[in-house]
């Protein structure tokens, strides 16, 4: 009977994780990219979008004047809350 060496790849498991993130960080930005200035009602969800925008801007502005000379992480915290 023959003895068979089974020889262990080593594979770094942190290279799989990133080439996987970076193909699906490519394939948001096409899809992105496609949904503001390719689709049909580019123009309207670019609108949409600007309009969140700065809505978002302006909740945290308002929210952040009490707090003064506050954080940056309390900051985030508003922007995080406001925009879920």
């Known amino acids: 009977m023959k003895k068979i060496n089974k020889v262990k790849k ?6 799989t994780a ?7 960080a490519t394939a948001g930005v096409a899809a992105a990219s496609y949904y503001f200035y390719k689709s049909k009602g ?4 670019r609108k949409t979008a600007a309009k969140l925008a700065t809505d978002i801007k302006r ?23 406001r925009s879920k």
């Open 59 to 81: 909740v945290i502005l308002t929210e952040s004047e009490h707090l003064g000379k506050a954080s940056v992480r309390a900051k985030k915290g508003i922007a995080g809350k």
């Open 10 to 15: 080593t594979v770094k498991t942190g290279t």
């Open 18 to 24: 990133m080439k996987i993130g970076a193909g699906l």
């Open 42 to 45: 580019a123009g309207k969800h």
